[in-house]
């Protein structure tokens, strides 16, 4: 691959998850200490993404199918994205934090998807050169906590009732929709098939595609006890919330080491089937530790795990997709993993762990009280049987004989 086309297309990646690292992780902490929401509040902000996700991908993904270039679209995306999380980060009601959340997310949703089609459009050989261009995201994720960790310990810029996470987002929101103009052309395929998103529903009579998207669903319902807990929780372990941007970056560390020297060389050896086994076993391991809670330098490296369970099941999960997916549709094809992984179960998924956070807070006239022991045991208990769920029943052969038929 020319240089030129991999630094372009890395540098998308960064400035992608740049964009979702800056809020994602602290989000909740700012939301339940300084705004003062509940966990059930704090769920339903954390929902408005992956509800978006359900509504805009197919959107997003039937244009660059069949009407835009790709980079176009993304770089009108990332410009009024921008725009909206700047007015979001001066919201201090719950009202308003949602309502500008929610424009924000249906403008950034389509994006995740088109980002990945985007670079298997432009690149040969996806098993081989999809990861190291990817693992430029998660070095943006980290980037963007470690300049928010600085933001924050120096005292630049200091905000009252302003989120600098927020702000810290839309920066490279609008960074990111300038550079997309310079991306390599991608047009859109002019499918026979109008309605491109159909034929990518088809893929689910795959007996192996199914059971992928099905486990891909409950698994990141699960996860989002991650996303929308770990910061109050570290918070409440007595993690400084200064200090909390950096030290959650630990999961994308190990993400980069995962992606960048383990992926390349185990997925052509072990196959998708195995690689996204790895993937799921990882997370119930997390939790368990997170349900033990100490000592803290434990929970803290435990957040590896994180890191090394995204790699092996989203990145897998978005290659196999696009092994499976015929050219024509493969931006749809993305865009339904999209609906189902970051949309439909990431939005049941922080809904259920506001949920369950309340529901193991024990509330005084003093203060509120959370069993985290007790919360993080529920998505341990669920993770472990969709890991033997995935491996009792999926089987990569199918979607291989069906492809070739």
């Not at 978006?52 to 790709?70: E, H, K, N, V």
């Not at 201090?92 to 459009?121: C, D, E, K, Q």
């Not at 120096?154 to 929709?177: I, P, Q």
Request: glycine share 8%; aromatic share 12%; charged share 10%.
């Amino acid at each position: 691959m020319a240089w030129g086309l991999r630094l372009r297309l890395s540098a998308m990646m960064f400035l992608q998850y740049a964009i979702w690292g800056a809020w994602a992780p602290v989000l909740s902490g700012y939301l339940q200490d300084t705004l003062h929401m509940t966990g059930l509040q704090t769920g339903a902000i954390y929902a408005l993404l992956p509800l978006a996700c359900i509504i805009s991908p197919f959107i997003g993904g039937q244009i660059a199918d069949r009407y835009l270039p790709t980079q176009w679209f993304l770089a009108a995306a990332h410009i009024l994205g921008g725009a909206s999380l700047y007015v979001v980060a001066h919201e201090v009601g719950f009202t308003g934090v949602r309502n500008w959340m929610l424009i924000y997310a249906l403008i950034y949703a389509p994006t995740l998807p088109l980002t990945n089609s985007l670079v298997f459009h432009q690149i040969r050989n996806a098993e081989k050169d999809f990861g190291g261009i990817r693992v430029f995201g998660t070095i943006g994720w980290i980037v963007s906590g470690i300049v928010l960790t600085v933001w924050r310990s120096t005292g630049l810029l200091k905000m009252v009732n302003v989120s600098d996470s927020l702000m810290l987002a839309a920066v490279a929101s609008v960074l990111l929709g300038v550079l997309s103009l310079g991306l390599p052309h991608t047009p859109p395929s002019k499918s026979e098939n109008p309605l491109a998103f159909l034929k990518a529903l088809s893929l689910l009579k795959n007996p192996a595609f199914l059971i992928f998207m099905v486990i891909s669903f409950i698994v990141v319902t699960e996860l989002q006890f991650y996303y929308v807990l770990t910061a109050p929780f570290l918070q409440y372990l007595g993690v400084a919330p200064s200090k909390l941007p950096m030290v959650m970056t630990t999961a994308q560390w190990a993400e980069i080491i995962t992606m960048a020297a383990l992926l390349p060389i185990l997925l052509p050896k072990l196959g998708a089937r195995r690689c996204l086994a790895i993937g799921v076993i990882a997370w119930p391991l997390r939790y368990a530790v997170f349900a033990i809670g100490k000592p803290l330098a434990f929970v803290v490296a435990s957040l590896a795990l994180h890191g090394f369970g995204y790699t092996f099941f989203f990145v897998v999960g978005q290659v196999y997709v696009n092994s499976v997916a015929s050219s024509d549709i493969r931006a749809s094809a993305q865009s339904l993993l999209t609906l189902m992984t970051l949309g439909l179960g990431n939005f049941l998924g922080a809904i259920f762990a506001g949920w369950i956070q309340d529901h193991f807070t024990v509330k005084t006239a003093a203060q509120a009280t959370v069993n985290y022991t007790a919360v993080f045991l529920v998505p341990c208990a669920i993770t472990v049987a969709c890991a033997l769920a995935f491996l009792l029943f999926f089987h990569e052969r199918h979607a291989r004989q069906e492809q070739a038929g």
